[in-house]
């Protein structure tokens, strides 16, 4: 089989991976500047932005899984040289997660007060809570078309391109929030109001300018009756990778939420010392995320155009250069640990058990990055349902069993809780290598035929 005429699988892991960082961490950014910028209007605004924020970052969460079965789907259709498909998919995907948000928009804007009230709400941040996540709530579904547009550009390579929108995103958010909250040039002084419609007017351009990109930068030409072409055998193949992604999401953020609840019977001591620890290793955990998607498309393209040899080796290839990468920026945080932490409190007792956890990390880290890569890479060739079982399964016997065993019973304490989590992120990458090497994953591919090159 020649080769691609495909640029996505000449780019290097790094050059895929940084964007997508980038733009990640400008995402979680957005709701986070909210936050803080209203810290100088009001202290319960503030915490009501934080609730509404649960909420949303839910939505982000669901539409983010969908997005991975719409960036596999045409990644392996650019791969196989058929971008007519590709972009049939696109538009499919468009019109199916347009759908999906707009119905979970009207729910949140009809059902705000009893959601907020669901996860316990304080009477008195409950309309200032409720307000934002109604605002916000009603462009739900620009959110859910925003992630399937980034997916769309990332399928193509084009990540600068996400990246550089998100950060206009959030650029637009803080000039919002800044006209809304200190009344520039006569504007009414709106607070948690001003702020949510910010937020909701700076999604929507960046959606409208990263569909421009799709139209007109990478030449998908489409026509408006064709933005509302349904495919339903592309539909399937959307589905058949996202949905199993889904429920292994669920499965395990289920199983965080059994070990947090854990971890608040150790005291409150334990509970702040987690918080700092898992704060100081987002920055490693985003990353592995972000080596993870990047390893997803080009194994992706690799495998639309049948060059599985090469598909396997760049699964591997990223492997090594993601764990050299885990392991430097992990040890960095845990020779320097101690020090970041004293930055956020001056508890000693929290200081001394955080500075041992992020020795700990180390291995938790390498094992969580080498779980996303080869898992992501498994999804790329269309194995998305044997990770996701793994996935549902692996948490509950090993990280909440040992958990409970090391952290409850033996009364380890949160050495034990990460022990627990370092062996289920080891387990899975281990199964997940193994699947990989037994190549069964090349019967899994989604594209049944292959244009010729030209």
Known sequence: MGESKNSVKKLSLVAITWPIFIETLLRMFLGNVDTFMLSHYSDNAVGAVGIANQVNFMLMLIYAVSSTGILITISQYLGANQRKKAVEAANTALLLNFIFGFILSGGIVIFAKPLLRLINTPVELMDYASTYLRIVGSVSFIQALLTTTAAIIRSFGKTKVSMYVTMGMNIVNVIGNSLFLYGFFGLPVLGVTGVA??????????????????????????????????????????????????????????????????????GAIAVSTKIYTMNILWFVMLFGISLGQGTQIIVGHHVGARENDRAYKACLRSLKVSLVIAAIMSTVIAVFGKTLVSILTSNEDIIQMAGKLLWYSILLELGRVFNLVVVNALKASGDATFPAV?????????????????????????????????????????????????????????????????
Do not use: H
């Not at 609840?261 to 150790?266: K, L």
């Not at 399964?393 to 909440?400: D, E, H, R, Y």
């Not at 994953?441 to 989604?446: I, M, N, Q, V, Y």
């Open 197 to 266: 419609i910010s937020t909701a007017v700076s999604q929507t351009l960046a959606f409208f300018l990263v569909f421009f990109v799709i139209m007109k930068k990478i030449d998908i030409k489409t026509s408006f009756k064709s933005l509302f072409s349904f495919r339903k055998d592309l539909a399937k193949q959307i589905i058949a990778i996202g949905l199993p992604s889904a429920a292994e999401s669920g499965a395990y953020q289920v199983s965080q939420l059994v070990i947090t609840a854990m971890i608040n019977t150790m």
């Open 390 to 454: 793994a996935g549902i399964i692996s948490p509950w016997f090993t990280s909440v069993l040992f958990c409970y065993l090391l952290g409850i019973k033996m009364n380890w304490g949160l050495v034990g809780v990460w022990i627990g989590l370092m062996s289920d992120e080891w387990l899975r990458g281990v199964i997940a290598l193994y699947r990989w090497k037994t190549r069964i994953w090349e019967s899994k591919r989604l594209v049944t035929e292959q244009k010729a090159l030209v």
